[in-house]
């Protein structure tokens, strides 16, 4: 119950688990014809979607170093690590960077994006990139309305991190207008870490054509020409496409709208089922991921929780970040994961309260809360 790696069906394991074939054969390159169909139709989109062999932070750099260039004007929006992760990645390449922050548990203001693009009449900001699901504090930010700030604007692209909203609730990349969304095998693809992908529009393309940072692994191009042949550059993670093709088989016949309902129940019920049992979420209300649902428990060290509930259930939360280790932890209820999951994570976490003597409510209010929400 950690917000990736997530759990993987067992028939992706089984697919996995083949001998690996010539990525050249006919035989690969059909699994990439119908993975890269199969991943327009998670991103709800006509661009082709990128496959590098590496992690989340693979995509992210490729989204940065494929459409910008050396002191490039960016806004970044900072609301955890992973937004603080953009900042890095943006000046290590000696982008000019704005950061618009939030303090960590609550969402970036999309006045402020409002307020600095619109006041930019020169034009001069190349880039606009946030973290849709902030990973680190539970955080959804409202990546729809700063997509269409940033159309207003004109100059600018958008550039997104979808790593732990994919495959979780709606990104429609076309319909939103998104230039470059970077996401990771590891999380709503229910797959084992290794593969990165990066979808790109044909905005994003034109200003590949401008940028000057030097690039040869991530360098995009490439990728572009050759997904169009249904290949790759280089060598990829061949057995890893053969967990992809399974897994995105397996979305498809659940269904987007199903999977979108699916995770933005579980966000609900764990939220339920937290303050059912007297547990502060650490998320602003109305803002908390439909992947991670983090937990401020007052007054009670959140690693010794954590701890316990891993020895004595075998279920593993995800702790906190940076300041927050210790005060926080997070419920993953990303990818694979089912409404037994989830009860039996929200019972566990009541167990143990209770076998600690930190459980301030009736035993059970937390798991009757969860499962209200679960039966509506
Ligand atoms: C929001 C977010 N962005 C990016 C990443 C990418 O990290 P990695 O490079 O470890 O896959 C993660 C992974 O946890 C994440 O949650």
């Not at 649902?293 to 010794?304: F, G, K, Q």
Request: charged share 20%; hydrophobic share 40%.
């Amino acid at each position: 119950m950690i917000p990736g790696p997530t759990p993987v069906p067992e028939k992706v394991l089984q697919a996995m688990s083949q001998h690996p074939i010539g990525h050249r054969s006919g035989e690969f390159q059909s699994i990439v014809e119908r993975t890269n169909a199969q991943l327009k139709w998670l991103h709800q989109t006509n661009n082709e979607v990128l496959v590098i062999t590496g992690s989340g932070t693979a995509a992210m750099e490729a989204g940065i170093i494929n459409t910008l260039s050396q002191g490039d004007k960016i806004i970044c929006g900072d609301n955890g690590k992973f937004g603080e992760r953009w900042v890095k990645v943006a000046k290590a390449y000696g982008l000019d960077v704005i950061t618009i922050k939030s303090e960590w548990g609550q969402p970036l203001d999309t006045n402020e994006f409002k307020s600095q693009l619109e006041e930019d009449k020169n034009k001069t900001i190349k880039a606009v990139i946030i973290t849709h699901s902030e990973t680190s504090t539970g955080v959804i930010n409202d990546l729809e309305t700063i997509s269409k700030l940033v159309k207003a604007h004109g100059e600018a692209i958008m550039i997104a991190d979808c790593v732990t909203s994919l495959g979780a609730c709606n990104v429609p990349m076309d319909k939103w207008g998104i230039d470059v969304i970077a996401s990771g095998s590891q999380k709503g693809y229910m797959m084992p870490p290794g593969l990165s992908f990066v979808a790109m529009s044909e905005r994003a393309w034109t200003r590949y054509e401008k940028s000057n940072i030097a690039k040869y692994y991530l360098d995009l191009g490439p990728y572009k020409t050759t997904a169009k042949k249904n290949s790759n550059p280089f060598t990829p993670a061949v057995n890893l496409y053969f967990a992809l093709e399974q897994s995105l088989s397996m979305m498809q016949s659940e269904g987007l709208e199903s999977i979108f309902k699916r995770h933005s129940k579980h966000s609900a019920a764990a939220q339920s089922g937290m303050k059912a049992m007297g547990l502060k979420l650490f998320a602003a209300e109305n803002h908390g991921s439909p992947a991670i649902t983090s937990v401020e428990p007052e007054n009670i060290d959140a690693e010794l929780l954590r701890k316990e509930i891993k020895k004595r259930f075998n279920i593993l939360l995800a702790g906190g970040q940076d300041h927050l280790k210790g005060k926080v932890f997070r419920i993953g209820h990303l990818g694979f994961v089912s409404d037994r999951d989830l009860l039996t994570a929200i019972s566990a976490i009541e167990s143990t309260l209770q076998s600690l003597g930190l459980l301030t409510t009736e035993m059970g209010q937390g798991f009757i809360a969860a499962s209200k929400v679960l039966n509506e």
